[in-house]
């Protein structure tokens, strides 16, 4: 588990979820072609949470763009150029 994951799942976690990180899907490959997806390789699911008092459940695909070099952390803001030229 990554840190980005870590992060997500204490704040799931703070929010009165049960939280498993880095769960492992099997699929089998009749599965696979039923959703189009016969070539997948193993899937995983980074963070998924379920907070049983009001039956809710998240299942979050982690991606951190912080540390790449092709987004910038103006991006996320949308008053700035740089996110107005990458949204446009």
């Known amino acids: 588990m990554d840190a980005f994951e870590s992060l997500i799942a204490t704040i799931?976690?703070?929010?009165g979820?049960?939280?498993?990180?880095s769960l492992n899907v099997k699929l089998t490959k009749s599965e696979k072609v039923e959703i189009g997806r016969h070539s997948s390789p193993r899937w995983e699911l980074d963070?998924?949470?379920y907070r049983p008092?009001?039956?809710?459940?998240?299942?979050?695909e982690c991606k951190s763009y912080l540390d790449s070099s092709g987004v910038r952390l103006t991006a996320f803001d949308p008053t700035?150029?740089?996110a107005r030229a990458v949204c446009s």
């Open 12 to 15: 799931l976690m703070r929010d």
């Open 17 to 21: 979820f049960w939280v498993q990180t």
């Open 47 to 49: 963070v998924v949470a």
């Open 53 to 60: 008092g009001d039956n809710v459940l998240r299942v979050v």
């Open 80 to 82: 700035s150029s740089y």
